[in-house]
């Protein structure tokens, strides 16, 4: 993965601004805080992301993908000011399922998600190198 710097900017902290890979393609359909069953074990941002990331680790099982293969993640929160309280904790659980803040970045608050009691929705494009 190259990741895409211009040199007179500065580095973001948590995400690059864009990467160039080449490869297999993986796209991984938004992501929620439920587990296999469909059950919320958290209310919260924090364990509701854990949950989201490592449901976005198996699928990206099912194709031969690791999390270093991830070039981009969209984040759709629906309360931003939860999630900048407990970024530490959403940080802590990313750097054990993902490991790398080498992807691309996006995250948008969002009035609400299509599940009533999701907080979290996280969708991820992956490229498996050739």
Do not use: C
């Amino acid at each position: 993965m190259q990741i895409l710097q211009p040199p007179d900017w500065p580095r973001p902290r948590g995400y690059s601004n864009g990467v160039a890979v080449r490869g297999r393609l993986v796209f991984v359909a938004g992501m929620i805080g439920w587990d296999a069953e469909g059950r919320f074990h958290h209310d919260d941002t924090a364990g509701q992301a854990r949950q989201a990331l490592a449901n976005v680790v198996a699928v990206l099982a099912e194709a031969g993908a690791r999390p270093e293969h991830i070039v981009r993640m969209t984040w759709y929160l629906t309360d931003k000011r939860e999630y900048l309280a407990q970024q530490k904790q959403v940080g802590a659980a990313f750097r054990e399922l993902i490991g790398s803040y080498n992807a691309a970045m996006t995250a948008v608050e969002v009035q609400a998600l299509i599940e009533d009691r999701a907080k979290v929705e996280i969708e991820v494009t992956a490229v498996i190198p050739d």
